[in-house]
Protein backbone atom coordinates (compact mmCIF):
# COMPACT_ATOMS: atom_id res chain seq x y z
CA UNK A 1 0.00 0.00 0.00
CA UNK A 2 1.31 3.74 -0.98
CA UNK A 3 1.00 5.60 2.49
CA UNK A 4 -0.27 2.74 4.89
CA UNK A 5 -1.77 5.64 7.28
CA UNK A 6 -4.51 6.55 4.69
CA UNK A 7 -3.70 10.50 5.50
CA UNK A 8 -2.54 13.20 3.81
CA UNK A 9 -0.63 15.87 4.92
CA UNK A 10 -3.11 19.22 4.25
CA UNK A 11 -2.11 20.68 0.69
CA UNK A 12 -3.62 23.64 -1.17
CA UNK A 13 -1.98 24.14 -4.96
CA UNK A 14 1.23 25.97 -5.20
CA UNK A 15 0.00 28.87 -6.56
CA UNK A 16 -1.92 29.96 -3.24
CA UNK A 17 -0.37 27.67 -0.66
CA UNK A 18 1.07 30.58 1.30
CA UNK A 19 -1.86 32.95 1.60
CA UNK A 20 -3.80 29.75 2.52
CA UNK A 21 -4.63 30.01 6.58
CA UNK A 22 -6.43 28.02 8.94
CA UNK A 23 -8.24 30.47 10.95
CA UNK A 24 -10.49 28.80 13.88
CA UNK A 25 -11.30 32.02 15.40
CA UNK A 26 -13.64 32.83 12.48
CA UNK A 27 -16.91 31.53 11.93
CA UNK A 28 -17.38 30.96 8.41
CA UNK A 29 -13.96 29.44 8.01
CA UNK A 30 -15.23 26.99 10.84
CA UNK A 31 -18.37 26.43 9.10
CA UNK A 32 -17.01 25.61 5.77
CA UNK A 33 -14.21 23.68 7.48
CA UNK A 34 -16.82 21.33 9.50
CA UNK A 35 -19.25 20.83 5.68
CA UNK A 36 -15.76 20.32 3.78
CA UNK A 37 -12.75 19.81 5.68
CA UNK A 38 -12.10 15.55 5.19
CA UNK A 39 -8.71 13.62 5.09
CA UNK A 40 -8.31 14.49 1.06
CA UNK A 41 -10.29 17.65 0.91
CA UNK A 42 -9.01 21.16 2.99
CA UNK A 43 -10.25 24.36 3.73
CA UNK A 44 -8.78 27.71 4.13
CA UNK A 45 -9.45 31.04 4.65
CA UNK A 46 -7.44 33.41 2.25
CA UNK A 47 -4.62 35.95 3.91
CA UNK A 48 -2.21 38.30 1.95
CA UNK A 49 1.21 38.01 2.81
CA UNK A 50 0.67 41.77 4.22
CA UNK A 51 -1.66 40.39 6.73
CA UNK A 52 -5.26 41.42 5.04
CA UNK A 53 -7.76 39.26 4.88
CA UNK A 54 -10.01 41.34 2.44
CA UNK A 55 -10.37 41.68 -0.85
CA UNK A 56 -11.82 42.51 -4.74
CA UNK A 57 -12.83 39.35 -6.15
CA UNK A 58 -12.72 38.98 -10.25
CA UNK A 59 -13.65 35.75 -12.22
CA UNK A 60 -13.93 34.54 -15.65
CA UNK A 61 -15.87 32.22 -17.51
CA UNK A 62 -13.15 29.46 -18.06
CA UNK A 63 -13.28 29.39 -14.71
CA UNK A 64 -11.05 31.13 -13.11
CA UNK A 65 -10.82 33.36 -9.87
CA UNK A 66 -8.57 36.22 -8.38
CA UNK A 67 -8.21 38.36 -5.34
CA UNK A 68 -6.74 41.78 -5.15
CA UNK A 69 -5.77 42.62 -1.69
CA UNK A 70 -7.44 45.90 -0.86
CA UNK A 71 -4.34 46.51 1.24
CA UNK A 72 -0.98 46.28 -0.95
CA UNK A 73 -2.92 45.47 -4.54
CA UNK A 74 -1.45 42.44 -4.40
CA UNK A 75 -3.30 40.03 -7.38
CA UNK A 76 -3.58 36.55 -6.02
CA UNK A 77 -4.66 33.33 -8.27
CA UNK A 78 -7.57 31.80 -6.21
CA UNK A 79 -8.45 28.73 -8.93
CA UNK A 80 -7.22 28.64 -12.83
CA UNK A 81 -7.00 25.18 -14.29
CA UNK A 82 -3.65 25.87 -16.20
CA UNK A 83 -2.07 25.21 -12.89
CA UNK A 84 -4.00 21.66 -12.38
CA UNK A 85 -2.46 18.69 -14.75
CA UNK A 86 -5.81 17.04 -14.66
CA UNK A 87 -7.73 19.96 -15.94
CA UNK A 88 -7.99 21.32 -19.38
CA UNK A 89 -7.55 25.66 -19.87
CA UNK A 90 -8.61 26.49 -23.48
CA UNK A 91 -6.72 28.66 -25.55
CA UNK A 92 -8.94 31.51 -25.42
CA UNK A 93 -9.42 34.79 -23.49
CA UNK A 94 -12.29 35.38 -21.27
CA UNK A 95 -13.70 38.57 -20.04
CA UNK A 96 -12.72 39.27 -16.43
CA UNK A 97 -15.15 40.62 -14.15
CA UNK A 98 -15.46 42.10 -10.82
CA UNK A 99 -17.50 39.52 -8.90
CA UNK A 100 -17.86 42.08 -5.78
CA UNK A 101 -17.93 45.91 -5.09
CA UNK A 102 -17.03 45.49 -1.68
CA UNK A 103 -13.68 44.63 0.09
CA UNK A 104 -14.64 40.51 0.95
CA UNK A 105 -13.22 37.78 2.78
CA UNK A 106 -12.06 34.64 0.64
CA UNK A 107 -12.55 30.93 1.56
CA UNK A 108 -11.00 27.65 -0.55
CA UNK A 109 -11.76 24.36 -0.43
CA UNK A 110 -9.32 22.19 -2.66
CA UNK A 111 -10.27 18.33 -2.87
CA UNK A 112 -8.01 15.45 -3.85
CA UNK A 113 -8.35 12.00 -5.20
CA UNK A 114 -7.27 8.79 -2.59
CA UNK A 115 -5.56 7.64 -5.19
CA UNK A 116 -2.32 7.98 -3.94
CA UNK A 117 -3.37 6.95 -0.56
CA UNK A 118 -3.58 3.35 -1.29
CA UNK A 119 -1.08 2.75 -4.72
CA UNK A 120 2.17 2.39 -4.74
CA UNK A 121 2.95 3.78 -8.16
CA UNK A 122 1.10 6.98 -7.55
CA UNK A 123 2.91 10.26 -6.23
CA UNK A 124 1.17 13.01 -4.41
CA UNK A 125 1.05 16.29 -6.49
CA UNK A 126 -0.47 18.96 -4.53
CA UNK A 127 -1.75 21.16 -7.68
CA UNK A 128 -3.64 17.74 -8.60
CA UNK A 129 -6.56 18.65 -7.22
CA UNK A 130 -10.06 17.17 -8.76
CA UNK A 131 -12.18 19.97 -7.42
CA UNK A 132 -12.32 23.11 -6.62
CA UNK A 133 -14.82 25.50 -4.58
CA UNK A 134 -14.48 29.35 -3.49
CA UNK A 135 -16.99 31.34 -1.39
CA UNK A 136 -16.85 35.15 -0.34
CA UNK A 137 -18.45 37.16 2.86
CA UNK A 138 -19.92 39.77 1.94
CA UNK A 139 -22.45 41.70 4.53
CA UNK A 140 -22.38 38.57 7.12
CA UNK A 141 -23.32 36.86 4.07
CA UNK A 142 -21.19 33.28 2.32
CA UNK A 143 -21.66 33.09 -0.97
CA UNK A 144 -20.20 30.00 -3.20
CA UNK A 145 -18.84 31.58 -6.61
CA UNK A 146 -17.23 28.73 -7.74
CA UNK A 147 -18.05 24.98 -7.55
CA UNK A 148 -15.51 23.12 -10.64
CA UNK A 149 -14.79 19.44 -11.02
CA UNK A 150 -11.02 19.15 -12.52
CA UNK A 151 -11.24 16.50 -14.62
Known amino acids: MGNREGKMKPSAPSHIKRYCVKDNTDPWYLYLYKNFASKTSFVY ?20 IFAECCNCGNMITVYDLKYYPAAI ?48 ENNGELKKILDDETN
Open 89 to 136: KLNKNFIISKVNERFVQVYVNYEYDDEFLYEDDVEFDANDITWGKVFI
Open 45 to 64: KVKCTCNCERFVVYQDAHPS
